[in-house]
């Protein structure tokens, strides 16, 4: 998959390759022209591509046409085109290493490009045999596979959302493609189609799943049930084929092949990876490492929607509405060698739009209405860097590079020269009764806002407090700061606690800022009040954990006494990630706790 390198630095001036080196952490580059799942390709010359709808403006009649956006430069600067010939808004898929011709898969065909997505050829090859497709389906239950007569128009269709197609390097000339089964009962399981003759015939694998629909505490209504969609799968170092699927749990279901996907070993169990459904990619570097790049997050506990006013729709009490992802506002990477051992667990995104009070129509109604940086594709460029396209909403959907050594980093620190802007802060509103504006389109207003130290007006600090809003679902403030993964680490927070006190949770995963299950969803979880700190004003406090032997967290003022130890009561991916902090108030509390810095260490 990485044929390319050598083509993509034979492009670049002598400024190009100076810029590109220099970049290290995530630095954005590109609005993407649509959503993002397989919309992006490499031409045969190296040039990055990625396929949408160009020019669309507030209106969707503004938009000039299908086309794709360019760049020649590794993705430092891009360009609009017109027209995409044989190849569709969809895009061009990847070139084959047997044929360099290029395949390509979007609903449950392949699309073989003879010539190249430029070419004049281009042919459709079954992956999936209609008859196989035996699912009873009604069209009240799927109106849009149905034509005016109640006819079904077609039954491939319930196969679908494949990921690129991928290489082996352990087995050449196969080619393996992940994609999802719609079901019956309106749910979804992987499915893994193979080729051994560059795509003219195909076999397909459809793994299990278990049944994971039930409601659990914390949650007091129902997720949208996922039992297993979009996978993603990738060739480990040594062979070893690992799939990834999204599920409605709090983790991944995991599977692996160790005969080149000929068989499967997994029923549907549960990784270790955090996240609630959200999308996944797994690339594998030229190296053979392997970058993940997924939504580390889990989602606020489903409500009791029969007992919130306004009222709700009936959507709502299903978890279909716009309260139905309220965890695509931070998208993750992390690097393996194994494909167990994760490094990294970095935000390398944030929406921009995250705190807005009026998210729920942010990007208009001629466009994706899901507001999210979930969902990726990522190209690997020359000198180390990676090219990642994440996010759905034109106001959400970012292209970014970044160093994959900067993945590697043990150390970070935050003292909001930059305001919020490295943190997530918002605050929910209990749903509105009205128009669909999408899944991930929970309105919210800020949480933690900026304010300035009562002790130096110069210098910015963050507060925590409470505010009366009888239209929130939690009105503790919160605030969330993500360090990269170790297993034994400390982070001093510089604070004030000038009225009320705060939670604390170390975790492995994100969690909302107001969250109100933070004492049993962190893996370890504390408050800390003004009685507990040696003096008034600004104390400096710091935790030192232990996942791995101890497993507790110490918590240590600034004379270097212990006040208290705290049990790690959760398994971590790999050790704690994030810092997680909300205000204890109990009534309207306008002075709270004051935040000055926040610094992570690993031991």
Known sequence: MTWYLEKMEQMLSADDKKMLKNIYEPKEVVVPPRDTYVFSGVAPDGELRLYGTIGRGKHQQDALGDGYLYSRDCGLSWHPHLGTGIASENGCGVRSPISGRYLHCYHSAALIYEDGPDGKTCREVKIFPPEEDTDEISPEMFPEAFDENGKRKNRNKMYGLPKHPIFLESK???????FTRDTADSNFRPVVAISDDDGEHWKHIELPVRQNTEIFYPDKGYRWGNLGSEPTVCELADGTLYLISRTSTNFFNEYFSYDHGDTWVGSGEESM??????????????DGRTLLLWNNTRVMPRFNHHHLWPE???????????????????AHAAISTDGKHWVGQREIGLTAIRNDA?????????????KSIQQFEAWELPYNKVFVVMGQSIST??????????LCETSREEHFAQGLKHVTTHQYVKSLRGGFFGHASANRLPGAIMTVDPEDSTRPVAQLARFHRPELCNERAGLVWNFPVSAKGKITIGLNIVQSGIQIGLSDHWQNPSAPDIKIAAAASFVLQKEDLPHGGWNTVTLSYDTEKSRTVEVIDETGRVL??????????????????????????????????????AL
């Open 397 to 406: 959907r970012r292209g970014i590079i970044f160093d994959l050594d900067w």
């Open 358 to 370: 009026d998210y729920r129509r942010a990007g208009g109604r001629y466009n994706i209405a899901d």
């Open 564 to 601: 208290f130890a705290v049990p790690i009561t959760l398994p971590v991916l790999n050790g704690m990630s994030y810092l997680h902090l909300q205000s204890l108030a109990t009534e309207v509390d306008l002075q709270g706790t004051l935040i000055c810095s926040l610094e992570k260490e």
């Open 172 to 178: 050449p000339g196969r080619c393996v493609i992940p």
């Open 312 to 330: 709700c729709h009936y959507g709502h009490f299903m978890g279909f509405q716009e309260d139905m992802f309220t965890n695509r506002d931070v």
């Open 273 to 286: 990876i955090h996240s609630t459904l959200a999308t996944p990619l797994l690339l594998r570097l030229h």
